[in-house]
């Protein structure tokens, strides 16, 4: 476990929910990944991410799903791609093979809207 934290620490975090709009293949990544272009709705726009996540999920099944990311990290490049927000997902030893997205809930049928803020 790591070391317990602050609340303000916390909440500098900026998680957000948005929703796939197109995935790429990304063969120039070290590791296996994949292109995503996420819209997080008005406030943000559209924003990219390179997601190790080939080993659970195709393309086809990315496009339309919602995610939750942080957004309020520095860009990071990764080969010839910037890299503008991280997905969030799971693993179960903690490493990032075999990852597990994390997705929000949509609570009586009624959608969050995109960008809407983890709290």
Known sequence: MEPQIEYNDFSRVDMRI?????VEEFPRARKPAYRLYIDFGEEIGERKSSAQITENYNPEDLVGRYVVAVVNFPARQIA???SEVLVLGASKDGTTGNIILLTPDQLLNQELPLGARIC
């Open 18 to 22: 948005g929703k796939v709009l197109r």
């Open 80 to 82: 010839d791609f910037m």
